[in-house]
């Protein structure tokens, strides 16, 4: 089976910003595609997103992209087997640069994703599996997910500092118990919220975004509903602060809220929550440009709490390494679109496997319907997942496939039980 066309196309994600789609056909009939994301928060050294510039559409137009995938890089491809190790291994050949700025990462992790697909296809696989089967696991498992419940910082209009507080089911027996549980607590949020006179409007991940009178507030009221929910003892917290949006490199000050803090001060509200509310992870706590609060956080926290790197990082195995030997961080998200490919990506989480930090494969604030990042952390056993809030069909979208992907490993259990009766 053989790559007959590929073509690339411009479409919007959630937050009706354009994106890349590649449609990928191969000589049997069989016709796959891939839909990337956009992120908002982003670390200064994530890989390049090709924009147009110009007056169309803000600039944010991928014509650029596009013609890179119709002219560049399918000419290279057409009459190939679909192999995603040779595809991206080409891409980076074709451009060289560390950060995708020839062909634009939206234009190579969308092929990427096309050609991983095609493969899987062409081999009678699942997605997940041909992605177990070239990350070389001897099994797969299904991910914690961290479900997002309030959006705050560039994510909503709120001016809550946090970007992110999320709730993550550790104490559910599997995904769907999990989904479930998360689903009920998102509810009887939204009722407490109303209850209170504050909006249940949802930001651009799918987490509430209301007006809160302190930054405790939204803890104390998740607490509750969870309770109200039945679900006490299930969830444990996590958030994403973001902290590159709230850093002044001039001053080495943050703003949170009204007011400007130190990185001690800082991490002094890190601690005061996690006393307070048993908060399991911390993302991108300091600015990435702040090495040394990260080393801080990660000394005073690091071995009670998750201490996560996400702008420190960017899915770049030189950054991860540079975290390793420094110290800086516990876990790392993954992101595809921050390095290109998917290879690169399953480079990013052996290192972190290697080294004994926690991958978390993670969406964008401007997602598409694409599932690719369920099947990725299946097939790479990541064990963490951020893929949004209880709301948005783009985010609704990625816990439907895990459900899917969890059904079928169930009943696939089941059959070869019943086989060895």
């Not at 998200?333 to 480079?347: D, H, Y």
């Not at 097939?379 to 979208?397: H, Y």
């Amino acid at each position: 089976m053989k790559i007959a066309r590929i073509t690339g196309k411009e479409i919007f994600d959630s937050r009706g910003i354009p994106t890349v789609m590649c449609e990928m056909f191969l000589d049997d009939g069989t016709v796959v595609t891939a839909e990337v994301p956009s992120g908002t928060s982003k670390g200064d050294h994530e890989a390049v997103e090709l924009r147009d510039g110009g007056s169309r559409l803000f600039g944010m137009g991928v014509s650029k992209a596009i013609h890179n995938i119709d002219h560049i890089i399918a000419p290279e491809l057409v009459g190939k087997t679909p192999d995603v190790v040779i595809a991206d291994a080409l891409m980076r050949r074709i451009d060289p640069t560390s950060d995708k700025s020839i062909l634009g990462a939206n234009a190579t992790l969308a092929v990427s994703y096309a050609v991983c697909r095609a493969q899987a296809a062409a081999n009678g696989l699942h997605l997940f599996e041909l992605i177990s089967a070239l990350y070389d696991t001897e099994s797969v498992s299904l991910p914690f997910p961290y479900f997002n419940m309030v959006n705050g910082g560039a994510h909503a209009d709120n001016s809550f500092p946090i970007q992110e507080i999320m709730i993550a089911p550790i104490g559910a027996q599997n995904f769907r118990v999990g989904l479930e549980a998360a689903m009920e607590v998102f509810h009887e949020f939204q009722k407490l919220l109303r209850s209170k006179g504050k909006s249940t409007a949802v930001g651009q991940e799918g987490g509430c975004a209301p007006t809160f009178s302190s930054y405790t507030e939204p803890f104390d009221l998740l607490t509750q509903a969870i309770a109200s929910a039945g679900h006490e003892g299930t969830f444990v917290f996590g958030i994403d602060v973001a902290a590159n949006q709230l850093y002044d490199k001039e001053s080495g000050l943050y703003r949170w809220g009204k007011e400007k803090v130190t990185t001690s001060d800082l991490i002094g509200i890190y601690t005061e929550l996690f006393n307070k509310y048993s908060l399991y992870s911390i993302e991108d706590g300091c600015s990435e440009h702040d090495v040394a609060g990260w080393q801080s956080l990660y000394a005073q926290l690091g071995e009670s709490t998750q201490i996560v790197g996400d702008d420190l990082f960017v899915t770049n195995i030189e950054a991860i390494a540079r975290g390793i030997e420094n110290e800086l961080a516990g876990a790392v998200i993954i992101k595809p679109n921050q390095v290109g490919t998917v290879t690169e990506s399953l480079e990013a989480i052996e290192l972190c496997h290697q080294a004994g930090l926690n991958p978390i494969i993670s969406h964008r604030s401007g997602e598409t319907t694409d599932t690719f990042i369920a099947d990725l952390a299946v097939g790479a056993s990541a064990g963490q997942i951020k893929a949004g809030g209880c709301s948005r069909g783009e985010r609704i979208a990625k816990y439907n496939r895990l459900l899917w992907i969890e059904d079928m490993l169930t009943m696939s259990a089941l059959d070869d039980h019943s086989e060895t009766d």
